[in-house]
């Protein structure tokens, strides 16, 4: 089994930062793509932003130039470096990664975290 386990949301001042981690973990293969999403209440889940396994990203126009997505394949873990936030940033953010398991390692399958939530008052 495969878990992404999501930590940093909170609180945030507008103008502030905040620093988003996804950890994943279980019988893992390989992972290829890693973004983050974000829902706000009352809107679908878009992207943020995404990684590939080479570093190459991509960056909603939204938050490009405030956010910075990197990884560390060696700990399976993705972050979010958020700079500027502003009061419309506000939603919960979910991890997500494109991941081939030992058991299936030709099945790439996508697998989300629980969310985490980031407020950014006015």
């Known amino acids: 089994q495969v878990q992404l386990v999501e930590s940093g949301g909170g609180l945030v001042q507008a103008g502030g930062s905040l620093k988003l981690s996804c950890v994943a973990s279980?019988?893992?293969?390989?992972?290829?793509?890693m973004g983050w999403y974000r829902q706000a209440p009352g809107s679908q889940r878009d992207l943020v932003a995404l990684i590939t396994a080479g570093g190459r990203t991509n960056y909603a126009e939204s938050v490009n130039g405030r956010f910075t997505i990197s990884r560390d394949n060696a700990k399976n873990t993705v972050y979010l470096q958020m700079n500027s936030l502003k009061p419309e940033d506000t939603a919960v953010y979910y991890c997500?990664?494109?991941?081939?398991?030992?058991?299936?390692?030709?099945?790439?399958?996508?697998?989300w975290g629980q969310g985490t939530q980031v407020t950014v008052s006015s």
């Open positions: 997500n990664a494109e991941i081939r398991t030992k058991t299936s390692p030709l099945v790439e399958k996508p697998y």
């Open positions: 279980g019988s893992i293969f390989r992972i290829d793509d």
